[in-house]
């Protein structure tokens, strides 16, 4: 016997109490045909930060008394349509051979219901929101690269099997080396359905959610204006719709919800009233409706498989598949254009435009699918729905992943330098460090912001291991001597800037500036000597020039 059929015990006992006290029922007239009511419910956890569930998690989710547990319990093989969200599935298959056996039963369980099933978003994240905050797609998955560990499951790649042995049945069977398209495969019976939060869907949503493969998208009553309102199926413009009936909803989740027995049956009683008074019913044609349950319906404890019983129970209710919903009677309905609010949309903005950036910064690294993947996933972890349900929450939980972001875009840089000394020609030293996991490949440009030096390349690649730093030699020439700024930016193979412009003050000494200095000192003294003497040699031979050119006679004989 399974844990789950152990829990089940323990609901049968409880119905059989309730049968005990039966459940009034709200009798059609002979008249009215039944109420077609369909049912949805999600299949999913709390918001975490990681997009991905731990073994932890998985195994407290799992046990008998766990969350997953009670709601596949109360699920199972019911007329319910469950939308499960492939986080779980995705969770359970990324930690292979360590997976915690109660996980690996429950997803096999999972496996073998009756029911009709389609996957919710990953992480059942905000559908609208990305669209409305800028997102031309439905923001998805891209990549689990960065979460599949081989070493989980080295067992299962065995190249060479034996193929005349036999297996031994106490041997568990060592899981396949996952795919980022394996992990989110499951044989879902009905293909593609939107469900997106009650009254969040704008005009411009509906069009973006056709072209991105959703056949059919589940939309509130407030969230469509209808002439008529006895089909729960609708076609919004040329697209099809299923429309939740959100009072009925409403009654649903207060049954599934109460803490005693007689509150449940007053709960009851009235949903058994709004389903017989649902508009339409003829004897010739049924009306339908959809009871859907909000994302965090399951809690400690819950009644959904005595309800669902009740409501079968009911002469005015037959319960029908989702399927039979959606292929049957429609009318024509338009949307009621309600996007979500001004704040919401802000917040999540900032997470893409953030998310944008680390695309860009990843084109750095040899694998950037090891990053964009990452960040994808952590991005829909943060816009699950189910995080706003507590003041203040939600928006740290984004301001983190913000954060988070530029801590990524910081981790490849130009390390701290002190001021250089450059000779006459030679290298200038630049080193850059990666604090990622994996290598990376820089191109450094140096630009002297001064014709003192002359870079000799204006583009360096380097090459850095993970979590190390490594030093680039960067050819220049000096052009004379003095102090120089240098601005020091690097960027990936996709011409994207990395980091911010570094400053760096280098002193130049150009070798050849000095004895050519001097060599022109000398040249001017000499000349200035050569003027000097030979000015004094033409002043000395004026005067000579002016000299008389013969003495006086003197007559001697007249002194006589």
Same mark, same amino acid.
């Given at each position: 016997?399974?844990?789950?059929?152990?829990?089940?015990?323990?609901?049968?006992?409880?119905?059989?109490?309730?049968?005990?006290?039966?459940?009034?029922?709200?009798?059609?007239?002979?008249?009215?045909?039944?109420?077609?009511?369909?049912?949805?419910?999600?299949?999913?956890?709390?918001?975490?930060?990681?997009?991905?569930?731990?073994?932890?998690?998985?195994?407290?989710?799992?046990?008998?008394?766990?969350?997953? #547990?009670?709601?596949?319990?109360?699920?199972?093989?019911?007329?319910?349509?469950?939308?499960?969200?492939?986080?779980?599935?995705?969770?359970?298959?990324?930690?292979?051979?360590?997976?915690?056996?109660?996980?690996?039963?429950?997803?096999?369980? /999972?496996?073998?219901?009756?029911?009709? #099933?389609?996957?919710?978003?990953?992480?059942?994240?905000?559908?609208?929101?990305?669209?409305?905050?800028?997102?031309?797609?439905?923001?998805?998955?891209?990549?689990?690269?960065?979460?599949?560990?081989?070493?989980?499951?080295?067992?299962?790649?065995?190249?060479?099997?034996?193929?005349?042995?036999?297996?031994?049945?106490?041997?568990?069977?060592?899981?396949?080396?996952?795919?980022?398209?394996?992990?989110?495969?499951?044989?879902?019976?009905?293909?593609?359905?939107?469900?997106?939060?009650?009254?969040?869907?704008?005009?411009?949503?509906?069009?973006?959610?056709?072209?991105?493969?959703?056949?059919?998208?589940?939309?509130?009553?407030?969230?469509?204006?209808?002439?008529?309102?006895?089909?729960?199926?609708?076609?919004?413009?040329?697209?099809?719709?299923?429309?939740?009936?959100?009072? /009925?909803?409403?009654?649903?989740?207060?049954?599934?919800?109460?803490?005693?027995?007689?509150?449940?049956?007053?709960?009851?009683?009235?949903?058994?009233?709004?389903?017989?008074?649902?508009?339409?019913?003829?004897?010739?044609?049924?009306?339908?409706?959809?009871?859907?349950?909000?994302?965090?319906?399951?809690?400690?404890?819950?009644?959904?498989?005595? #309800?669902?019983?009740?409501?079968?129970? /009911?002469?005015?209710?037959?319960?029908?598949?989702?399927?039979?919903?959606?292929?049957?009677?429609?009318?024509?309905?338009?949307? &009621?254009?309600?996007?979500?609010?001004?704040?919401?949309?802000?917040?999540?903005?900032?997470?893409?435009?953030?998310?944008?950036?680390?695309?860009?910064?990843?084109?750095?690294?040899?694998?950037?699918?090891?990053?964009?993947?990452?960040?994808?996933?952590?991005?829909?972890?943060?816009?699950?729905?189910?995080?706003?349900?507590?003041?203040?929450?939600?928006?740290?939980?984004?301001?983190?992943?913000?954060?988070?972001?530029?801590?990524?875009?910081?981790? &490849?840089?130009?390390?701290?330098?002190? *001021?250089?000394?450059?000779?006459?020609?030679?290298?200038?030293?630049?080193?850059?460090?990666?604090?990622?996991?994996?290598?990376?490949?820089?191109?450094?440009?140096?630009?002297?912001?001064?014709?003192?030096? #002359? &870079?000799?390349?204006?583009?360096?690649?380097?090459?850095?291991?993970?979590?190390?730093?490594?030093?680039?030699?960067?050819?220049?020439?000096?052009?004379?001597?003095?102090? &120089?700024?240098?601005?020091?930016?690097?960027?990936?193979?996709? *011409?994207? /800037?990395?980091?911010?412009?570094?400053?760096?003050?280098?002193?130049?000494?150009?070798?050849?500036?000095?004895?050519?200095?001097?060599?022109?000192?000398?040249?001017?003294?000499?000349?200035?000597?050569?003027?000097?003497?030979?000015?004094?040699?033409?002043?000395?031979?004026?005067?000579?020039?002016?000299?008389?050119?013969?003495?006086?006679?003197?007559?001697?004989?007249?002194?006589?």
């Amino acid at each position: 016997m399974t844990f789950r059929h152990t829990a089940l015990v323990a609901v049968i006992g409880l119905v059989g109490a309730i049968v005990a006290a039966p459940v009034p029922a709200v009798a059609a007239p002979a008249s009215k045909s039944p109420v077609g009511v369909g049912i949805v419910v999600p299949l999913s956890v709390p918001g975490g930060a990681d997009g991905i569930i731990s073994a932890e998690e998985l195994e407290d989710y799992t046990s008998p008394t766990g969350l997953l #547990t009670r709601e596949l319990d109360a699920l199972a093989d019911t007329s319910v349509a469950i939308g499960i969200d492939p986080m779980i599935i995705a969770s359970i298959r990324l930690l292979g051979t360590s997976a915690p056996e109660s996980a690996v039963a429950w997803l096999a369980e /999972l496996d073998e219901v009756d029911n009709e #099933t389609f996957a919710l978003t990953y992480a059942d994240s905000d559908l609208t929101i990305g669209l409305q905050a800028g997102s031309k797609t439905v923001v998805a998955p891209t990549s689990f690269d960065f979460a599949i560990d081989p070493t989980l499951f080295a067992a299962a790649t065995d190249p060479t099997p034996d193929p005349d042995s036999t297996p031994d049945p106490t041997i568990p069977v060592s899981p396949t080396l996952p795919t980022s398209d394996t992990l989110l495969e499951w044989d879902h019976s009905l293909g593609t359905v939107a469900w997106p939060r009650p009254g969040t869907v704008s005009k411009d949503d509906l069009p973006v959610l056709a072209d991105a493969g959703y056949g059919t998208t589940i939309l509130s009553a407030a969230n469509v204006s209808r002439a008529g309102q006895n089909a729960a199926a609708a076609i919004v413009g040329d697209l099809g719709t299923v429309v939740t009936d959100d009072l /009925l909803s409403a009654l649903f989740a207060t049954a599934i919800h109460a803490q005693t027995t007689e509150e449940w049956q007053q709960a009851v009683n009235q949903l058994a009233k709004g389903i017989g008074a649902t508009p339409g019913r003829s004897s010739s044609s049924g009306a339908s409706v959809l009871l859907a349950l909000d994302r965090a319906g399951f809690g400690d404890a819950t009644r959904l498989r005595e #309800t669902v019983n009740a409501i079968d129970s /009911l002469n005015a209710a037959d319960l029908i598949d989702f399927s039979e919903l959606v292929d049957g009677p429609s009318s024509r309905a338009t949307l &009621v254009d309600s996007p979500q609010t001004a704040g919401r949309i802000k917040l999540v903005r900032s997470m893409l435009v953030a998310e944008k950036a680390d695309a860009a910064f990843a084109t750095v690294a040899d694998t950037p699918v090891l990053i964009t993947g990452e960040r994808r996933i952590r991005l829909l972890g943060a816009m699950v729905p189910n995080w706003d349900r507590y003041e203040g929450t939600w928006g740290d939980e984004i301001a983190a992943f913000v954060t988070e972001s530029r801590a990524i875009r910081r981790s &490849v840089h130009v390390a701290d330098s002190s *001021d250089l000394i450059f000779g006459d020609r030679g290298f200038i030293p630049i080193s850059v460090s990666n604090g990622l996991d994996q290598p990376v490949t820089v191109y450094i440009s140096v630009r002297p912001l001064s014709p003192l030096l #002359t &870079v000799e390349s204006e583009s360096f690649e380097l090459e850095i291991e993970p979590n190390s730093q490594r030093r680039a030699q960067i050819p220049a020439v000096a052009r004379s001597n003095g102090s &120089v700024e240098l601005a020091v930016s690097i960027s990936t193979r996709s *011409d994207v /800037l990395v980091g911010s412009t570094t400053f760096v003050r280098t002193s130049v000494q150009a070798g050849w500036e000095t004895p050519v200095t001097a060599a022109f000192a000398v040249l001017i003294i000499g000349v200035f000597v050569f003027g000097i003497v030979r000015s004094i040699r033409r002043r000395r031979r004026a005067v000579i020039e002016n000299e008389p050119s013969e003495l006086p006679v003197v007559d001697l004989e007249d002194d006589e």
